[in-house]
């Protein structure tokens, strides 16, 4: 019994760190992913790199064209979209 008490302050340590740590940055990655699938074309964004341009074409796969001047797009890796600022609104019809 000893021994189990010797236990509990790790315990409680590991039980602090995950709530402290784990669980929000999880929380994190699962927003991150959701915004990322739900990119529409039209939609103003920032990548990673702090450029801000407006989704032109949503590609299969992972990357999406960004148009950050007129006549200027780029190629750009999903995961690296950092922030949508304005969301276009679904077509309806």
Known sequence: ???FGQFIPLIL??????FLLIRPQQKRLKD?????EALRRGDQVVTQGGLIGK????KDGDEVEV???????????????AQ?????????G
């Open 32 to 36: 991150h992913k959701a915004m990322v």
């Open 1 to 3: 019994m000893e021994a």
């Open 55 to 58: 989704v032109s074409k949503v």
């Open 67 to 81: 148009e950050l001047n007129e006549g200027v797009k780029v190629r750009v890796v999903k995961s690296t979209i």
């Open 84 to 92: 949508v600022l304005n969301k276009t609104e679904p077509a309806e």
């Open 13 to 18: 340590i590991f039980a602090i760190m995950y």
